[in-house]
């Protein structure tokens, strides 16, 4: 028996990205995003949403580029600060202890020490309410050579991401393998 | 030391959602999804990107409306075969020995054996290239008793929902908690 929960923000999993900007004054800054997925495959594009009020939506406008870093679970308390701070009043990645590297695509840091990065350069800004949806085509992806799988593609497995619930407001890692998609549904 | 892998569509983790949709005759439709995620706090609302190719497309333009189901991973099979039939050759939802349930809220079924459902009304539709976004604003998200928390909130732990990793097209479930958002970052 299903019941009536409300018009909330409740879906599952979300993922838990960090997005990089450089400021008005080149200062790199980072900030944690769930509400966020890609939405092209071609273009390769990602979008990510942000509230105007936070430090790195003016960081997005202004460059037209930012980067997003996927963080490993030993990231988890680090990213968790990216969400929680605000570039406004401190340097994040030098409170978090870890290292903003330039993008050579575009004007934009991420995160040294996470896994797998994307680059991206601002396509779209659409005004959705509270947030602003930003659509970034993916320039490129540079992972650690440890994440890779025998094929130089990033393996999930290896790169242990972080999935956000929006209900109980929590980070979890990753399961095991349901099973390859494109695949099993064909014994249905 | 990071690779570059190109410009890909390589994120961790994507959602695996079910897109429901009637089509021009009133027969309901589903759709698998990883190319999605929630946009924006207030109003409330999701986005999924469809290829206009799709069955489904003509059925979210044409009634300006769809539903999210969020499997458990015990649907990871007819999760997967909603991904790859196609509605225009048959009944999905009967192939799957599933239940479309119409929305009262929206003109459009939902999965009724899914934990979570998300009714959305459209709001905008962006093109990107291949894929078209849709934004849809959440009315209403209906979840079995079953899986809800002690404050009436659903909880990952018992939807068990299913996680896609582009990479390697596969199916992952929830592993373990890494701790509270807006929290564990405090340490750092």
Redesign the interface.
């Known amino acids: ?15 838990t ?1 960090v997005v990089g900007t450089y400021d008005m004054n080149g200062k790199p800054n980072a900030m944690t995003v ?14 990510v ?1 942000l ?1 105007k009020a936070t430090y790195s939506y003016a960081g997005i406008v202004e460059n037209k580029a930012f980067t ?1 870093s ?1 963080p490993s ?1 030993d990231y ?10 605000s570039g406004r009043d401190e340097d994040k990645f030098e ?2 202890c870890l290292t903003p590297v330039r993008s050579e695509l575009v004007f934009a840091p991420y995160v040294g020490e996470f896994p ?3 680059e991206c350069k601002l ?2 800004s ?1 005004e ?4 602003t ?1 930003f ?1 970034g ?9 440890s994440v ?2 025998e094929n ?5 497995e290896k ?1 242990r ?28």
Request: overall charge neutral.
């Open positions: 028996m299903k019941q009536s929960i409300g018009a909330k923000t409740l879906a599952f999993p979300t993922p990205w769930a509400w966020a997925g890609i939405c092209c495959s071609n273009p390769p594009c990602v979008s949403s509230r997003i996927i679970e988890a308390k680090e990213t968790d600060y990216f969400g929680i701070a409170a978090a797998v990065v994307l396509l779209h659409l959705v309410g509270l947030h949806m659509v085509e993916i320039m490129d992806i540079k992972a650690e050579e890779l799988d130089g593609n990033p393996d999930i790169i991401p972080v999935a956000y619930s929006p209900g109980n407001r929590s980070y979890y890692g990753i399961g095991k393998s349901l099973g390859k998609a494109f695949s099993i549904g064909k014994e249905c």
